[in-house]
């Protein structure tokens, strides 16, 4: 139990990483605070997929507060945050996972996409972190942030040229956080996940193309799964990873090092 008494909040909670991640969380011993964008354009959850989830953490014996926001705006990192307090009475770990990539090109960009992603991925992140590093700060315990950045954060992506980039700021962010939080006992630390299996990408790997691509460039020989990533959050979020911080962690079976 990793996270044994540890009260977590999780943005982009409701499927995909994020869901494995609120359930890895509770698996692992965590309450959970579980932030979702409920509109159906959203790229980072829908609200009907929140109550599987809840039912998911809620049979692990954990409990499960849904949120509903545009972790975009700087109110919802406060909602978030003061739902944590309210039904726990403090944040120890924050899971900064909510993230967007509509795939486009980068000739005929339409401002209010690079906007938006840039919104949800960067700005998001930054404004949850802020507020939970606040009340981490004041409750005088310490704490864990990780961040869910992407190998695409150290690659580059003809379709991607919006979304690459706000991958790399968030590995950032955790470099300078890790800095800025240290003297707090507040760790700061990313994975970078490779290709993944979730909603947002299934039709792009299901080509057949496309799976015979990467199964050759990953060493493991598999597409990843969302739990893959899950619990090495889970790792990066407990003791067990107390004098970590600044670091990002590849969760990539071994694809970006592979350059054949």
Do not use: W
Not at 58 to 63: H, Q, S, Y
Not at 78 to 91: C, E, I, P, Q, S
Not at 179 to 191: M, Q
């Amino acid at each position: 139990m990793l996270l044994e008494g540890k009260r977590a909040i999780v943005t982009g909670g409701s499927r995909g990483i994020g869901s494995a991640i609120v359930v890895e969380f509770a698996r692992q011993g965590a309450d959970v605070v579980l932030g979702y964008f409920g509109e159906n354009d959203s790229g980072y959850g829908r609200a009907s997929a929140v109550d599987g989830v809840v039912a998911e953490v809620e049979a692990l014996g954990r409990r499960c507060v849904p949120v509903e926001g545009n972790i975009g705006e700087p109110a919802t990192a406060a909602k978030l945050v003061d739902a944590a307090v309210t039904a726990f009475g403090g944040v120890d770990v924050l899971s900064s996972n909510a993230g967007i990539c509509p795939f486009h090109g980068f000739l005929d960009m339409p401002p209010e996409i690079l906007q938006r992603t840039v919104a949800v991925n960067l700005e998001g992140a930054f404004y949850i972190c802020q507020a939970a590093a606040n009340r981490m700060k004041a409750q005088g315990t310490g704490g864990a942030i990780v961040a869910t950045s992407s190998i695409s954060a150290l690659v580059g992506g003809g379709m991607q040229t919006h979304y690459t980039p706000t991958k790399a700021g968030l590995h950032s962010l955790m470099q300078s956080t890790a800095i800025a939080l240290g003297p707090h006992g507040i760790r700061c630390n990313s994975v970078m996940p490779g290709a993944i299996l979730t909603d947002l990408n299934r039709e792009d790997l299901e080509d057949e193309e496309k799976l015979a691509y990467f199964s050759k460039r990953i060493p493991l020989g598999r597409i990843g799964q969302p739990r893959d990533v899950a619990t090495c959050v889970a790792f990066l979020a407990s003791d067990m990873a107390a004098y970590v911080t600044g670091a990002s962690l590849l969760v990539d079976g071994g694809m970006f090092v592979n350059l054949q």
